[in-house]
């Protein structure tokens, strides 16, 4: 009796045990586990990485995203899906600002092709560099639905730096292969026209100078009336500057050749511009300094034209 007695003792201890062992291996892990935390999703910035990013079951998934390698007039296409397993069918929206409430620049454009979906979806994000002088910028690309389930995708915008001939190249290239479509007399002194002007204004390239010159620019009018413009010749067209990283066109003073119906005069020239990347225009505006029948005249112009590569 006493040896049944412990049999079914121990068997109680074995039963006990495996039930206090069985209760600790469900016992939930130590950690915050609240959905309405946002995953982050970061990488380092390396343009060769391409692997998609893991992150939580029950977040909103992009597929596709990767850093931004850029140069600095040019565009890039990233082809995304976005998903949410646990989304219940709502409404997912997808926006894009600079890392840690930093500003984006001015001169990178970034766009969805779609901005809201159901999952999933496909939408492209489109970035555009309009001569962008920061080489490395921070993006959050960051889904959301209505029920505040949110995740964020850090990457990185990797603008290549430019040199001045390839900087003049895309210049020749958005100011319609270099051709500037009107001119407006802005202060005309002497002259006895003040009326807009349509002409081709050509900008040339040197290529092996890397400077961009103005042909057949005008010059000035005389008071009887005679049109001058720059010397065919290359030695007198007028010397124009660019800058990529400001959009600003410069032309230092210099003195310029000019033709016209009374023979050769010499003419003082200056003057500055820029690419006005809001409305796709650019402009040029330069005084002109010569002398008219023994007196000194000063006459201003405006070149203006469409900026057709944006």
């Avoid at 069985?22 to 946002?38: A, I, Q």
């Avoid at 040339?204 to 890397?210: C, G, I, L, T, V």
């Amino acid at each position: 009796m006493k040896k049944r007695t412990l049999l079914v003792a121990m068997a109680s201890l074995v039963t006990i045990a495996a039930c206090i062992k069985e209760k600790k291996s469900v016992v939930p892990e130590t950690g915050d586990n609240n959905n309405n935390d946002t995953p982050v999703v970061t990488q380092p910035v390396d343009t060769s990485k391409t692997d998609t990013p893991k992150v939580a079951g029950d977040s909103i998934v992009i597929t596709g995203i990767d850093h931004i390698g850029l140069n600095a007039y040019g565009f890039k296409v990233l082809n995304l899906n976005v998903k949410c397993d646990s989304c219940d069918g709502d409404e997912i929206f997808l926006s894009v600002e600079g890392y840690k409430n930093t500003t984006i620049p001015q001169n990178i454009e970034l766009s969805f092709s779609k901005a809201s979906g159901y999952s999933d979806f496909n939408t492209m994000l489109v970035a555009k560099s309009y001569f962008a002088n920061k080489d490395n910028i921070g993006i959050s690309i960051i889904a959301t639905n209505r029920k505040g389930k949110k995740t964020v995708y850090e990457r990185s915008i990797l603008v290549n730096p430019v040199t001045k001939s390839e900087c003049n190249g895309y210049f020749m290239k958005a100011c319609s292969n270099g051709y500037f479509s009107k001119l407006t007399h802005v202060s005309t002194g002497s002259a006895k026209v003040d009326t807009p002007i349509n002409l081709n204004v050509r900008v040339y390239r040197n290529a092996s100078e890397e400077n961009l010159y103005l042909k057949d620019v005008l010059l000035g009018q005389l008071k009887n009336g005679f049109w001058y413009y720059s010397d065919k010749a290359s030695q007198y067209h007028m010397l124009v500057n660019y800058n990529c990283n400001t959009r600003e066109l410069n032309i230092p003073e210099q003195v310029v050749k000019g033709k016209g119906g009374s023979g050769t005069i010499y003419f003082t020239v200056s003057g500055s511009g820029k690419l006005n990347l809001d409305n796709k225009t650019f402009e040029l505006t330069y005084v002109s300094i010569f002398v008219d029948a023994g007196s000194s005249v000063v006459q201003t112009y405006k070149l203006t034209g469409d900026l057709i590569q944006f």
